[in-house]
């Protein structure tokens, strides 16, 4: 293929047989020899043999919904973003079905599985399976088998295609290797905060450490504002709960302030933020405020705590705010509104906090779990680097942009 986009036929004219929705049993209690997958075998990575339950016993073996090795699913009914999902069934040992909310799609055999799932996977068919998505809920839609036989996929020789599943393959165990690399890191820093701050967990504060309710070293906190915010940048920066993650702001998905806001509530650089609603796993989170932009505030969903600098820093507070057993009595104290969770301040200022008298010392604990940010940093940027160029490669392979060798059929 030298510089030219593949020809492109129907989906249907690549398969053995025709698109197959699945098949909805009531679920046996018994072991029955067959297996039924469930919709969360589907996920962004594809197929993940999990949610299995027991076939009745009027399933057998020779059921038209059986699977075989090589199958690809589709699922034709969830959210508009996953809607579509796609994976290869792979032999878990046992026979299998699968559910009314997927449909089965087997390639002839001059078209191979995992290049089918690229194609089916990629960001171009993404849109147009999310575009033909039918419902009147967000929360589920639906696509048609026909309307997926019709979707449009390159005829490539299947010598072609076994070098741009190869390819492919090969960014893939790099991005592996990087996805466990972070793995490792965030590890890493975990046991490092952990150990750093082990005098939290102990029933007395280690020598050189104080421990004193939260109040004594975050003298005064402050609400956000109460604004309806809307998308308009010429507003002000609005950070809310969602603007947080893992100490630090995240500047995605802003909204604005369209009214002028008192100047005592514009961030100012070291500003610690917490969130004292949200849900349960998400209650309690914390970031300190680095000067992102030149001028933001705060929703009323975060409280600004205002540490004594002469006690304690700001990054140290943050960091001990993170800390796991900081965040379980955070919960704690929770009390329950409708689907969400909130932290009274005068409650979590009531928290016992351990620090190190010595404001050098929280500084030295402060840069060593810095260290491990910037190593995750650098990973994920490259991580976020590499999935950008097999999304792109992707395209580029199928309209010719990317030159694949010359192969046999």
């Known amino acids: 293929m030298q510089g030219e986009a593949w020809p492109e036929v129907p989906l249907a004219d690549v398969l053995s047989e025709p698109i197959r929705n699945g098949f909805s049993p009531t679920e046996s209690q018994e072991w029955t020899g067959v297996r039924m997958l469930g919709l969360g075998c589907l996920t962004m990575d594809g197929f993940m043999p999990v949610q299995l339950k027991n076939a009745p016993p009027s399933v057998k073996r020779s059921h038209p919904a059986a699977l075989r ?8 009914a969830n959210t508009r973003t996953l809607v579509g999902l796609v994976g290869i069934y792979r032999d878990i040992g046992n026979p299998c079905i699968y559910p009314d909310l997927m449909m089965r799609v087997r390639p002839a055999s001059n078209y191979l599985s995992e290049f089918l799932e690229i194609v089916l996977s990629s960001p171009r068919t993404r849109r147009r399976i999310m575009a033909m998505a039918q419902g009147t809920s967000e929360s589920m839609v639906k696509i048609s088998g026909d309307t997926v036989r019709r979707l449009p996929v390159p005829l490539v020789p299947i010598a072609a295609q076994r070098w741009i599943v190869d390819a492919l393959e090969s960014l893939a165990e790099t991005e592996r290797g990087i996805e466990a690399s972070i793995a490792k890191l965030r590890r890493v820093r975990q046991g490092t905060l952990l150990s750093s701050m082990a005098s939290v967990a102990d029933a007395h504060p280690r020598a050189s450490w104080v421990r004193v309710p939260l109040k004594d070293v975050v003298p005064s906190v402050e609400y956000g504002i109460s604004e309806a915010l809307d998308t308009d940048a010429r507003g002000v920066p609005v950070l809310r709960m969602n603007n ?19 100047d005592r509530l514009y961030l100012r650089p070291g500003d610690v933020l917490f969130n004292r609603t949200n849900s349960i796993e998400h209650i309690g989170k914390a970031a300190v405020w680095r000067d992102e932009l030149p001028a933001a505030t705060f929703a009323s969903y975060l409280v600004r705590l205002n540490p004594d600098a002469r006690r304690v820093t700001p990054e140290y507070l943050v960091e001990w705010l993170m800390h796991p057993l900081t965040r379980q009595r955070v919960r704690a104290i929770s ?3 409708v689907q969400q969770v ?33 190593q995750i940093e650098r990973e994920a940027d490259e991580l976020a680097k590499l999935r950008d160029l097999k ?13 694949v060798p010359e192969l046999a059929a």
Do not use: H, M, W
């Open 69 to 76: 090795d090589g199958d690809l699913l589709i699922s034709r």
């Open 391 to 403: 999304r792109g490669l992707v395209d580029d392979l199928f309209s010719g942009k990317v030159t």
């Open 244 to 262: 947080i993650r893992d100490g630090r702001a995240e500047l995605g998905e802003l909204r604005y302030s369209p009214v002028a806001v008192p």
């Open 335 to 337: 009390t329950v509104a």
């Open 342 to 374: 909130n932290v009274n301040p005068s409650r979590l200022r009531e928290l016992e906090i351990d620090l190190p008298a010595d404001l050098a010392e929280q500084r030295r604990i402060v840069a060593t779990l810095e260290a491990c940010d910037e």
